[in-house]
């Protein structure tokens, strides 16, 4: 991978983690236009994923910090409860990462049609968010912080889009949209960077273990950083306005790319 790869998927990445379009198809997708093997996209997601959490910390650093300081406060008011409900939601996807990382490691090398599938998913889920008209809660239940976690660990599938999934799950279980937005964001920071501290440490980001060279995955980071933060800003305000039907229509249209793309090309 050449830095100006680096750069483009970087960009690609930061600007599609947070818009429900996911980001893990679209870097298979371009992974697979580049020539990228299984491998190489599966360590350049990981390193590019951590960019966007660290950038999620940025533009949320307010609640962030509250939540922070809840864990130190003893008390049990909304903001504990809150970080309790992050943690619950953290469980399904821990599950998947402990007894099933080799099979969502194998998903990455398999080509693009699984990836058109989920986008195709991605799509129905955000039409029946848009279109349904659930009762609105004050607050995201413990129950719904759960489910939500649910989502979120269907959405290790590539092409299944993380934001997508959590928000509209959010959304259908009758959760005000500006919340189940920032939860979204939130609940996925420990996980992410949780894999990249093992991945880490195991020296999977070696240019030997990886086939990626360091300046390449420096220019991804810092790429996928910059963008994600600006997306990340932007994406509170659309899911304020109620105007995710039309990711729903990018997302049939990019499903059906990687499907046709994945015939002509087997």
């Known amino acids: 991978m050449s830095w100006i790869e680096a750069i483009v998927l970087g960009l ?13 198809g679209h870097i298979a997708i371009f992974g697979t236009l580049f020539g990228m093997s299984g491998e190489e996209n599966l360590t350049f997601a990981i390193v590019v994923h951590t960019a966007t959490a660290l ?9 962030v ?14 903001d504990t409860k809150m970080v309790c409900k992050i943690l619950l ?21 398999s080509g693009l049609l699984l990836v058109g599938v989920m986008l195709l998913v991605t799509a129905m889920l955000l039409a029946f968010s848009y279109y349904a008209k659930p009762r609105q809660k004050e607050s995201i239940s413990f129950k719904d912080a759960f489910v939500i976690g649910i989502a979120q660990a269907c959405a290790v599938l590539p092409g299944l889009s993380r934001s997508g999934s959590t928000i509209a799950t959010g959304l259908l279980l009758g959760n005000k949209k500006e919340q ?26 070696s240019s030997g273990a990886s086939g ?9 980071f810092v790429t996928a950083f910059v963008s994600g933060a600006i997306a990340c800003k932007w994406m509170i305000q659309l899911v304020k306005k109620g105007k995710l039907i039309y990711f729903a229509y990018y997302c049939i249209v990019a499903g059906l790319f990687a499907i046709i793309y994945s015939y ?3």
């Open 65 to 78: 910090a509250v939540l922070f300081k809840s864990l130190f406060s003893f008390r049990w008011n909304d």
């Open 89 to 109: 939601s953290m469980i399904p996807v821990g599950i998947v990462g402990v007894f099933l990382k080799d099979y969502v490691e194998q998903l990455f090398g």
């Open 55 to 63: 950038s999620t910390i940025c533009i949320l650093w307010n609640e």
């Open 212 to 220: 990626i060279s360091p300046v390449a995955l420096i220019c991804g």
């Open 264 to 266: 002509f090309a087997s």
């Open 180 to 205: 189940v937005a920032k939860f979204s964001f939130l609940m996925v920071i420990i996980p992410i960077l949780g894999e990249a501290f093992l991945d880490l440490l195991k020296g999977g980001f």
């Open 12 to 24: 690609i990445q930061g600007l599609t983690e947070f818009l429900p379009v996911s980001s893990s």
